[in-house]
């Protein structure tokens, strides 16, 4: 995966983020959602890179960046700080300002980037996103079936690391394939077994729980605080029709 692509490990604050960099053009960053890696990005990186320069990282917690213990009110777990880890990593490659795309938790990481560093984000593109904010306030009977893994992942330390760790790869497909219609047999071989070489490190469990405890505490407070900001950048909102996100919010408002 990602042939032609420089493989990095860049050091910022409190964490390592692992990253691959290749093409020629305006800098794109890419950020992955959950429960991947960077290498959800494999097969369309090396097309983007024929216009852009593509930088694909793992968030912290994830694949083979840092996975630091959570700290009491799970800050540095918080949408801001993977914002500035991401917005570190950019700098440290010489990009001042970019473009930047995540899906799913990599998408809440880049729209808080675009609200915290409005003179960075060139553009903005959120894949199968409703903000964090909404995610909670307008929960119901509906939301909370479809995302139970929101209220499960978020629960105090170490039940839901304990429960995972039990099957890890059984809980991560299921969690991979069971919102959509996608099967295993639609990712490339060689992109599953690296999701389950991940998955299957403690570490990795818990910064995603980790990444779910601050969603639901602190991410909610700077949010909340945030209520009324807007994103100043351009920006391209993206779901799939037959999604759970867009059976379970208007995605018109």
Known sequence: MFEGFERRKIEVEGAVINTVSGGAGPPLLL?????????????????????????????RGYGDSSKPKCVPGNDNYAFRAMAQDQVSVM??????????????????????????????????????????????MDTNRHVAGGYWHWYFLSQPEPFPEHMIGLDPDFFFETCLVGWGKATIADFEPEQ???????????????????????AATVDLVHDGADIDAKVLAPALVVWGADGLMARMFDMEV
Request: charged share 20%; hydrophobic share 40%; aromatic share 10%.
């Open 31 to 59: 950020l992955h959602g959950y429960p991947q890696t960077h290498a959800m990005w494999a097969r369309i990186a090396t097309i983007l890179a024929e216009n852009f320069t593509v930088v694909a990282t793992d968030l």
């Open 192 to 214: 599953i077994s690296e999701y389950r070489r991940c998955w299957r490190d403690p570490g990795m469990i818990h910064g995603s729980c980790s990444d779910y405890r601050a």
């Open 91 to 136: 700098r440290a490659l010489g990009h001042e300002s970019f473009h930047v795309a995540g899906h799913d938790r990599g998408g809440r990481t880049a729209h808080r980037m675009a609200l915290d560093h409005p003179n960075i984000v060139r553009s903005l593109a959120v894949l199968d996103i409703v903000p964090t904010f909404a995610m909670f």
